[in-house]
């Protein structure tokens, strides 16, 4: 084999058409070695694990980045690295060349991954744990990369680009999502294929989604102490490569060319992708963990080590270890993967799992660090859909509302608000006044709008929205920790019984608190996130931490009953109101004063007297009823093309309380009669209208409107 120079950049293994360039970043590393495992010719096979490995040093450094060029290599190619260097722990270095590493740069990763001691770089069991050296070769079953083709016929895809204020988001597992469906064909259920099949995206069109967001992708390993226990990590948030679709949700060898397909098929329905992303921490683990990619090329680079002791590593992460974003060349990871995901795979935007660690500036939990510097100026990256998740587990690290313009968050505080509201706790009406329109006491403070709330009552973690009404306490015993993990306070209730029952009462008291969550996420004003499957009430059986299970604990259940049709048929109405009317989807926070005269503002707060509400009223704590009456003449927004936006009246009526209230209807210069949208306590479809006094129904939800034919009196 012959290696010329090559070139530093880009990173990663790139094939010109004649030959792949090879290059890899390690500031303290003192050879590498290109390492092709198994019997493979140019191009290659698939390598085989084997005593056989051909090995060539990188020839060249250049600012710290190891380089050569191959002229007789292609696609197809099979390769890891051994880099050499010091073993020394306590000063922050664990190189180990008897270990096959994986290019972080890998665009796709191939090779049967299994647990063996082989994979750590220090002697299991030893005295000294990890100070010890292991000289076992891991090249049988690590992972390995594999240079790739990148062209792809895009026919032309355009991006749906949805503005902020249309999006609706829908949060789903690749594998969970189609792998009962029985309209998916059996070998594409459960991958790429199956959410790009067509009856999948119909279904999304119908139920009203504009982005699906997909819980992680990236290439991800199951934990060893899983595997052992016949658990895997369905959920994925353990990353090992962050440029590399995971194969295990690919129906073929190129888990490429099929996210790809996904991806167009999605765009050409108007839906876009976003991802899941963990660029906080790696599936490398503690300084216990193995050493497959990451801790064997630079360990002291690529990981926050503990100040003074960095034998250990600085975890905010509660995984294990922390990705280094404090240095230029972790940045540069991090952000080369965003853009390759953009550019070369066209996803719509990211969800940063615990964004608060890859913000810090180093330790200070006061401001936000370089990594939101470098996303808001770059060119690519500033133009996508980007959603914080505000926290991380260290000191200070709850920081909802501190991201600034560009920024979406996950906005917690309301789905503990509206989890506390609905569960009939006393003290909640004044942050539901905050949450319903879009939590400006978060958000407005630095210029941004209700858009930057994603709004959500529940996600991957946790309970279901029917679990959420069915069961007060977790119960994941399946997950063979003793029931000790998963949330503790989930601010659920049961309606009575704790899990399934035939008491009917109970049964439909569930249902319609199911209705009443939907309708509240729906019609609050900011992006409402939909969990897959709470819109026909899937279950988990009360787990409330199914990362662990591959199984039919999480995946969706495609069999409908007449009462799951019928919730079904209520979101889809629901969305159909968030998506016509503009009074549930603004763009500019409420004002709150008058719009068009006195009588006119664009929001007022009914007691159930019909008056508005007081200040002494909205500190009271047992008031459990409130009205949300909107102006559509008062909305002071235009379309796209200028023009002067205006709706119907609407009038939002909710009671958390355990009995009826006689809620009086105001009369407005709109006249007296409103007609019922729904009603959660009756049929999805409410008939009927109504001048004077409506029964407001215990624990329920009423949407009544005028229908804005006619000027103002």
């Known amino acids: 084999m012959t290696m010329w120079p090559g070139r530093p950049y880009p990173l ?71 880099v050499h260097g010091p073993y020394a722990p306590n000063e922050g270095h664990r190189f180990n060349p008897h270990k096959l590493l994986l290019d972080p740069y890998a665009k796709s990763i191939t090779g049967d991954f299994a ?16 100070l010890s050296f292991d000289r076992r070769n891991s090249a049988a079953q690590a992972p390995k990369a594999r240079v790739i083709d990148p062209a792809f016929d895009w026919e032309g895809d355009e991006r749906p680009r949805t503005p902020w204020d249309r999006t609706v988001i829908y949060e789903l597992h690749v594998k969970g999502f189609t792998a009962l469906h029985p309209e998916v064909p059996p070998q594409s259920r459960g991958c790429y294929a199956g959410l790009a099949a067509e009856p999948v995206i119909d279904y999304l069109k119908r139920l009203g989604i504009t982005a699906v967001e997909l819980m992680p992708i990236h290439a991800f390993l199951d934990d060893r102490h899983l595997v052992e226990r016949g658990l895997r990590n369905y959920w994925g948030y353990n990353t090992i490569g962050y440029f590399a679709p995971d194969r295990r949700y690919a129906t073929g060898d190129d888990a490429v060319s099929e996210f790809k397909s996904m991806v167009k098929a999605l765009h050409r329905a108007g839906i876009e992708v976003i991802l899941d992303v963990v660029y906080n921490h790696t599936a490398e683990g503690s300084h216990l963990g193995p050493t497959l990619s990451f801790r064997g090329i630079d360990n002291a ?36 993967s965003l853009r390759y995901w953009v550019l070369e795979m066209h996803v719509d935007g990211f969800r940063f799992d615990l964004a608060a660690a890859l913000a810090r500036q180093l330790h200070e939990v006061g401001r936000l660090g370089a990594f939101i510097d470098i996303i808001h100026q770059d060119p690519v990256l500033s133009q996508v859909k980007l959603i914080a998740e505000p926290w991380d587990l260290g000191e200070g690290g709850y920081l909802v509302g501190n991201f600034p313009p560009g920024w979406a968050e996950w906005n917690s505080r309301y789905r503990d608000t509206m989890r506390s509201y609905w569960k009939g706790d006393g003290g909640t009406i004044g942050e539901l006044g905050y949450r319903l329109t879009g939590s400006s006491d978060l958000y407005a403070h630095n210029g941004r709008a209700p858009f930057a709330s994603v709004n959500f009552v529940t996600a991957h973690d946790g309970f279901t929205l029917r679990d959420l009404v069915s069961y007060d306490a977790k119960h994941n015993k399946a997950n063979q920790d003793d029931n000790r993990d998963g949330e503790n306070h ?17 049964n439909a008291l569930r249902a319609r608190q199911q209705r009443n969550f939907l309708a509240t996420l729906l019609l609050s004003q900011g992006v409402p996130m939909l969990l897959a499957g709470d819109e026909i009430s899937r279950t988990q059986h009360g787990n409330n931490n199914a990362y662990c299970q591959d199984n039919e604990i999480s995946w969706v259940d495609w069999n409908l009953d007449d009462e799951k049709r019928e919730l079904l048929d209520f979101v889809r109405l629901l969305l159909s109101l968030q998506q016509n009317h503009p009074a549930f989807h603004r763009r500019n926070f409420f004002q709150g004063r008058p719009i068009m005269g006195a009588e006119i503002r664009d929001v007022h707060w009914l007691n159930p007297a019909g008056a508005e509400m007081s200040e002494a009223e909205w500190a009271h704590h047992d008031a459990r009823a409130l009205g949300m009456l909107l102006y559509g003449e008062a909305l002071e927004e235009m379309s796209p093309r200028g023009q002067r936006l205006r709706d119907d009246n609407f009038l939002l009526m909710l009671n ?42 215990a624990r329920s939800t009423a949407l009544l409107t005028q229908r804005l034919t006619e000027e103002p009196s």
């Not at 080590?305 to 294990?320: K, W």
């Not at 407005?668 to 029964?695: L, Q």
């Open 115 to 130: 647990w063996t001691d082989a994979h750590f770089g220090y002697r299991i069991g030893h005295d000294k744990a990890d």
């Open 490 to 506: 989930n601010r659920s209730w049961n309606c009575g019984v704790e899990g399934p029952t035939d008491d009917a009462a109970v």
């Open 12 to 82: 990663g293994a790139t094939w010109d058409g004649e030959g792949v360039n090879f290059a890899l970043f390690s500031e303290h590393a003192e050879r590498v070695q290109l390492c092709f495992p198994g019997k493979q010719g140019f191009p290659g096979k698939q390598g085989f694990p084997g005593k056989q490995e051909r090995r060539i040093d990188l020839p060249e450094q250049t600012h710290l980045v190891w380089h050569g060029y191959l002229p007789q290599a292609h696609p197809g190619l099979v390769y890891g690295y051994r």
């Open 301 to 336: 680079a690529y990981y926050r080590l503990v100040p003074n002791d960095a034998r250990y590593y600085y975890d905010i992460t509660g995984c294990g270890n922390t990705l280094n974003t404090g240095h230029l060349r972790i940045l540069q990871l991090i952000m080369d």
């Open 656 to 697: 958390a309380h355990h009995e009826p209230v006689e809620f009086v209807i105001p009369t407005t210069p709109f006249g007296e009669s409103w007609e019922v949208v729904f009603d959660t306590a009756r049929n999805v479809h409410a008939e009927g209208s109504t001048s004077r006094a409506y029964p407001l129904q």
